[in-house]
C-alpha cells in the first residue's frame, strides 16, 4: 500500500489497521479509497493514540477532511477505548486515553476523478486556500 496501484473496484473495502503501518501513510489511504466503488463504503480502524503499534497514530481530521474534500460522505464517525465508544469531534482538540482507536466509515458517493490530498480544514477555514 506504500505505493499506488489498482486493486480493483468494490462495494466495501475494509482497513482493519495496515495503513498506520506503511510509511507512505497517504498513499495508503488513498489507494485503500480508490479500491471503492461509486455507492460504496469504506471503513478504516486506526489508532489514535497507540504509540509505536505502527509508524503512526492519527488525528480525527485526517479522515474526515480527506473524505469531505472529495466528495464522499461520511455514515460513522468516531473513537473507542477498552470497547467503548467514545464521541470525538473532527476538528477539536481533545484529550484521550492511551490505546484509543478512530472507526471511519465514508461512503463514495461520486466518482470526480483522481481523489486529492486533503488541506487540514484549519487552515481552509482561515484561508482563502482551495482544494486542488
Same mark, same amino acid.
Given at each position: 500500500?506504500?505505493?499506488?496501484?489498482?486493486?480493483?473496484? #468494490? &462495494? /466495501?473495502?475494509?482497513?482493519? +489497521?495496515?495503513?498506520?503501518?506503511? !510509511?507512505?501513510?497517504?498513499?495508503?489511504?488513498?489507494?485503500?479509497?480508490?479500491?471503492?466503488?461509486?455507492?460504496?463504503?469504506?471503513?478504516?480502524?486506526?489508532?489514535?493514540?497507540?504509540?509505536?503499534?505502527?509508524?503512526?497514530?492519527?488525528?480525527?481530521?485526517?479522515? #474526515? &477532511? /480527506?473524505?469531505?474534500?472529495? +466528495?464522499?460522505?461520511?455514515?460513522? !464517525?468516531?473513537?473507542?477505548?477498552?470497547?467503548?465508544?467514545?464521541?470525538?469531534?473532527?476538528?477539536?482538540?481533545?484529550?484521550?486515553?492511551?490505546?484509543?482507536?478512530?472507526?471511519?466509515?465514508?461512503?463514495?458517493?461520486?466518482?470526480?476523478?483522481?481523489?486529492?490530498?486533503?488541506?487540514?480544514?484549519?487552515?481552509?477555514?482561515?484561508?482563502?486556500?482551495?482544494?486542488?
Amino acid at each position: 500500500l506504500n505505493y499506488a496501484h489498482d486493486l480493483g473496484k #468494490y &462495494d /466495501f473495502v475494509i482497513d482493519p +489497521g495496515p495503513v498506520e503501518h506503511c !510509511f507512505n501513510i497517504g498513499k495508503a489511504i488513498m489507494t485503500a479509497a480508490s479500491a471503492v466503488k461509486v455507492g460504496g463504503s469504506i471503513l478504516h480502524v486506526t489508532p489514535m493514540t497507540a504509540i509505536n503499534h505502527g509508524f503512526y497514530n492519527v488525528s480525527p481530521t485526517l479522515y #474526515y &477532511d /480527506f473524505y469531505t474534500q472529495n +466528495g464522499w460522505k461520511i455514515d460513522q !464517525f468516531f473513537a473507542s477505548h477498552k470497547g467503548d465508544r467514545v464521541e470525538i469531534d473532527p476538528h477539536q482538540r481533545a484529550r484521550l486515553f492511551p490505546e484509543c482507536w478512530i472507526w471511519v466509515s465514508a461512503r463514495r458517493v461520486t466518482d470526480n476523478g483522481a481523489l486529492a490530498f486533503p488541506v487540514q480544514h484549519k487552515y481552509l477555514k482561515k484561508s482563502d486556500l482551495k482544494v486542488a
